[in-house]
């Protein structure tokens, strides 16, 4: 594996008997809720690890087996410290199991490495906020500057329904598929977005030029934490730096709010690169770095080495090796 609002009155988790075994009320927000693993159900079947209330995605391999990986971008848990019983309690029900951890959750690497001892290393680093510090005392001078002009060119306000913005976000998330060759999970159908955009938990904001929303971020809270989900922008959004009015706004909100962390995200590739420019941004926004790990177990191992001999490939460090390359 690779990383290659409120829900409507007539849209509830309870509505779809692929989630028929999460709790009919669950306390969970964000990338913790049901409907957001649904929104995923492109890629696999939502299932729900019971002790530790995680959702997986279980992917067909070739009939009958199946293995599965944790919901993108991350894999979070109600209750880390059960993890090690849901995955005891697999067995050979999967053939392997992959997941990139959320780098704010309850546990070490000593405790990933016994829940899952044939991959878990340090993957990407997460740039976070603490919000226990005035924002304007970290967020970098030029990001300031930015987001100051950025905040003459349009105004923001926040999505009081993010789904009635379905047609605004996927026409600018469009944009960015474009822009930047998105291809896999990471694309997202309208019919996922559809389900994102009502996941409780969701804030989404906007930023409107000449009465037209030429930029929005979505983000999920869970807790008092917020978590940066997407991001993205019309050609005149680009032109006008809308991302930093967006994000300026955003860091002031959950500021106001009494938030303690937000997680912006990793940048590009595997580490942290300050030469990049996404890096830089999020960056110049952000207080510290927090990691997230690449986490592997393989629950079949006959099974596993036979796929990975009928995928007749060259060596290679992915996890899991036969599905080396499904990303790109």
């Known amino acids: 594996m690779t990383i290659g609002n409120d829900v409507s009155d007539d849209l509830s988790p309870a509505d779809s008997p692929s989630l028929a075994a999460a709790p009919a009320e669950s306390p969970a927000t964000g990338y913790l809720h049901p409907l957001y693993c649904q929104s995923l159900s492109e890629f696999g079947k939502p299932r729900l690890l019971s002790e530790s209330k995680a959702w997986v995605l279980e992917r067909p391999i070739r009939n009958p087996d199946t293995d599965a990986m944790g919901c993108y971008p991350l894999f979070t848990c109600q209750d880390w410290s059960r993890l090690h019983a849901d995955l005891e309690n697999i067995e050979n029900t999967l053939v ?6 959320d780098p704010f959750g309850e546990y070490d690497q000593a405790y990933l490495q016994q829940c899952f001892p044939d991959v878990a290393i340090p993957f990407k680093d997460h740039y976070v906020v603490d919000l226990s510090r005035p924002v304007d005392t970290f967020v970098n001078a030029h990001h300031r500057r930015n987001a100051r002009k950025a905040a003459r060119a349009v105004s923001v306000e926040k999505c009081a329904v993010p789904a009635a913005y379905l047609d ?3 026409g600018l998330y469009r944009e960015l ?6 291809k896999g999970i990471a694309a997202f159908s309208r019919e996922s977005f559809d389900l994102q955009l009502r996941v ?10 000449d009465d037209v929303t030429v930029g929005m971020l979505l983000w999920y809270t869970q807790g008092t934490r917020a978590c940066y989900h997407l991001g993205a922008y019309s050609p005149t959004g680009y032109e006008v730096r809308a991302s930093f009015a967006l994000f300026s706004f955003s860091l002031d909100y959950f500021a106001a709010r009494n938030f303690e962390w937000l997680n912006l995200g990793a940048g590009a590739g595997t580490t942290v690169d300050s030469g990049s420019g996404l890096n830089r941004f999020k960056q110049g926004w952000s207080t510290e770095t927090r990691t ?4 592997g177990r393989v629950f079949d191992r006959p099974k596993y080495e036979e796929l990975v001999r009928a995928r007749n490939g060259p060596p290679t460090t992915y996890f899991p090796a036969y599905r080396a390359g499904e990303f790109l």
Request: glycine share 4%; hydrophobic share 60%.
């Open 96 to 101: 392997s199991l992959a997941v990139v951890t």
């Open 168 to 170: 605004d976000w996927v």
């Open 177 to 182: 598929v474009a822009r930047h060759h998105v």
């Open 200 to 209: 409780p938990g969701i804030v989404a904001f906007r930023a409107i030029r």
């Open 292 to 295: 997230a790990y690449f986490c």
